[in-house]
């Protein structure tokens, strides 16, 4: 009801927030998704997020949809919202089953790249004194010459019980960068991991559970 008030021609949103989705659907509101994570196929929402249609609140949330508002909802799909129109931020290179989507709702876009941040904005210093990461530090390695490679755990991965340990990732890093010389790894693990678990830092890395992100994309060289 407070949707159609605003009388919307287009709704915009991420595919994994199910509800703009339930209702432009409902109220035949054309919808445009954004694939932030990877675009899973039929097949894959299946085996990934099958799980879901078991879950009680899932199916409360099934039965008053089609009961309220005629709605058919699949718990699998929750975080799978595809529109007819789904931007994809990859190339179909870094993404197989986007590619082999046969029914013309995927659009590749490319990677969305962040505007380069001038040292010391108010959001970096923020983050710097929540999380102990110096930026700073990270820049004079860089300006020395230094290779600035970011690895992130993300925030899915080892995190729910359906998703596997990131823990031999972790330490595959570790193991292919730990001492290489003029080298800086920055590696965000998660704010879920027990960092008891991490393996010794070698001393060209820097760990935190996280980082500041935009800031760190402007200066990594790799991601």
Same mark, same amino acid.
């Given at each position: 009801?407070?949707?159609?008030?605003?009388?919307?021609?287009?709704?915009?949103?991420?595919?994994?927030?199910?509800?703009?989705?339930?209702?432009?659907?409902?109220?035949?509101?054309?919808?445009?998704?954004?694939?932030?994570?990877?675009?899973?196929?039929?097949?894959?929402?299946?085996?990934?997020?099958?799980?879901?249609?078991?879950?009680?609140?899932?199916?409360?949330?099934?039965?008053?949809?089609?009961?309220?508002?005629? $709605?058919?909802?699949? /718990?699998? @799909?929750?975080?799978?919202?595809? &529109?007819?129109? #789904?931007?994809?931020?990859?190339? *179909?290179?870094?993404?197989?089953?986007?590619?082999?989507?046969?029914?013309?709702?995927?659009?590749?876009?490319?990677?969305?790249?962040?505007?380069?941040?001038?040292?010391?904005?108010?959001?970096?210093?923020?983050?710097?004194?929540?999380?102990?990461?110096?930026?700073?530090?990270?820049?004079?390695?860089?300006?020395?010459?230094?290779?600035?490679?970011?690895?992130?755990?993300?925030?899915?991965?080892?995190? $729910?019980?359906?998703? /596997?340990? @990131?823990?031999?990732?972790?330490? &595959?890093?570790? #193991?292919?960068?730990?001492?290489? *010389?003029?080298?800086?790894?920055?590696?965000?693990?998660?704010?879920?991991?027990?960092?008891?678990?991490?393996?010794?830092?070698?001393?060209?890395?820097?760990?935190?559970?996280?980082?500041?992100?935009?800031?760190?994309?402007?200066?990594?060289?790799?991601?």
């Amino acid at each position: 009801e407070q949707v159609q008030a605003f009388s919307p021609e287009l709704v915009i949103s991420d595919a994994m927030y199910p509800w703009s989705n339930v209702v432009a659907q409902s109220l035949l509101i054309p919808i445009i998704t954004s694939c932030s994570s990877t675009f899973f196929s039929n097949e894959g929402i299946d085996a990934m997020m099958g799980f879901l249609r078991d879950i009680d609140y899932q199916k409360d949330c099934q039965r008053i949809l089609n009961e309220k508002y005629s $709605f058919d909802f699949d /718990p699998a @799909t929750v975080y799978c919202n595809y &529109s007819e129109f #789904t931007i994809v931020w990859t190339t *179909e290179d870094f993404d197989e089953a986007a590619k082999a989507d046969t029914t013309g709702k995927v659009r590749f876009f490319g990677p969305s790249f962040p505007p380069l941040l001038e040292a010391g904005t108010s959001d970096e210093h923020f983050e710097e004194d929540y999380l102990g990461v110096d930026m700073d530090a990270i820049r004079e390695r860089k300006a020395k010459g230094d290779t600035i490679i970011y690895s992130s755990m993300g925030t899915v991965c080892g995190q $729910f019980s359906c998703t /596997p340990d @990131t823990l031999p990732v972790i330490q &595959s890093v570790v #193991t292919a960068f730990g001492g290489k *010389e003029n080298t800086t790894v920055v590696l965000a693990y998660g704010q879920n991991f027990d960092k008891k678990r991490l393996p010794e830092c070698p001393n060209n890395f820097i760990m935190a559970y996280r980082v500041p992100q935009i800031t760190m994309l402007s200066i990594a060289d790799v991601f």
